[in-house]
């Protein structure tokens, strides 16, 4: 089985539109693949996503649009059930970023969340935020940068199934925007 690990930041409240993407596919509980990019989402930021992602306007100047990097994205989503932590907020931005570019792709996607999962393999823990989960399982993390959360939501992953739970009993389908 192949998982698409990813993760999106946000230039503003709207979310709909991305200013970074990572993305760690995860094939026989390794990671085989990474990539990173901060995009210029064509839109304002706000000062509270400022804050909590670090990555301004001006972090953003010169670097590609949604629409230049999707010839890289769509082949990577396509090739294995996507992953993430919260997943139905990063489908939900993807989704959204489709719709404002105009790029038509899939009707729905098969997913998995980390916070379903982690719930059920790890009950004990206080919560099951990433940042929780990093701390409590020695993942490395630097909080909500794209590529490092979604390393550590793939090393999440991988642990999860090391744990032996049935991870595909989790695979869900989300249903993108037209």
Known sequence: M???????????????RMSSIGIAVVEDSQIVYKFGTLIDPQTYFSQFNIQLTGIS???????????????????V???GIIVAHNAVFDLGVLSKC????????????????????????????????????????????????????????????IKCIGSGADVNSFIRTYHLVK
């Open 57 to 75: 306007a001006d972090s953003v100047c010169g670097m590609p649009t949604f629409r230049d990097i999707w010839h890289i994205l769509r082949p």
């Open 98 to 157: 489709l719709k404002a570019y105009n790029i038509e792709w899939r009707a729905s996607v098969k997913y998995i969340c980390t916070v379903r999962l982690s719930r059920s393999v790890f009950p004990w823990l206080p919560d099951h935020k990433l940042n929780t989960l990093c701390s409590h399982l020695g993942i490395e993390l630097d909080h909500h940068r794209a590529e490092s959360d979604s390393l550590a939501c793939a090393e999440l992953l």
């Open 77 to 79: 989503f396509e090739s």
């Open 2 to 16: 192949r998982y698409v690990v990813i993760d999106t930041e946000t230039p503003n409240y709207a979310n709909d």
